[in-house]
């Protein structure tokens, strides 16, 4: 009879073992699942800038201060946003009287950094002769910018490009003066572009 009971109890906690193991195995199974994120960044890797701090891609610029340079806003301004979770984009665009305005933003820079590098490496050796470029310190962890002035007679064209990496964000700014018989400042104008590039990193932090 002693045997009997035996065998029955060690039947009885196979049981009870291999009953708890599949629980187990089904709770970690449902507790891996929380962690996928989508897109090809992790949230681990997503750097210290993440989407969604703004509702709107033109709260991330500046663009009375634009309109205080001396060019008048025309029209509603442009923007889109985008978020994928661990990644994303904001873009801004405004016209003003003998002026434009571009913001852009992507927070998924970081993938390969070598790529900016690369481009502002080749921009700074080898502008077009109506372009100078040069490397910007103390905006972000890397910047530059081109400025090509195509001006003539009494005609203004200048277009100041700034762009700028930190962390997992890359910025670039497109700041255009343009028109006849106007007077526009080339430093001035390159300064406009760079703060804005300035508080786009600010106000996306």
Request: glycine share 8%.
């Amino acid at each position: 009879m002693s045997v009997l009971v035996l065998a029955a109890t060690v039947v009885f906690a196979v049981v009870i073992l291999s009953g708890s193991d599949s629980v187990d195995k089904s709770a970690a199974g449902s507790t891996s699942t929380t962690t996928y994120q989508p897109g090809p960044q992790s949230i681990d890797k997503a750097g210290k800038y993440k989407p969604g701090k703004v509702t709107n891609a033109c709260y991330a610029v500046d663009l009375p201060a634009i309109a205080r340079l001396g060019y008048p806003a025309k029209g509603e301004p442009v923007h889109e946003e985008t978020d994928t979770g661990t990644g994303g984009s904001l873009e801004c665009s405004a016209d003003f009287e003998n002026a434009s305005f571009a913001g852009q933003a992507n927070f998924d820079w970081d993938s390969d950094n070598s790529l900016f590098e690369e481009s502002k490496a080749r921009a700074i050796a080898a502008p077009p002769a109506d372009t100078t470029a040069a490397a910007i310190a103390g905006l972000g962890e890397s910047a530059y910018y081109t400025m090509a002035d195509r001006s003539g007679a009494n005609r203004t064209d200048i277009e100041v490009k700034v762009e700028a990496k930190d962390s997992n964000l890359f910025v670039r700014i497109t700041f255009r003066v343009s028109g006849f018989d106007i007077q526009a400042d080339r430093e001035a104008v390159r300064q406009a572009a760079e703060f804005q590039a300035h508080t786009m990193l600010v106000r996306l932090r």
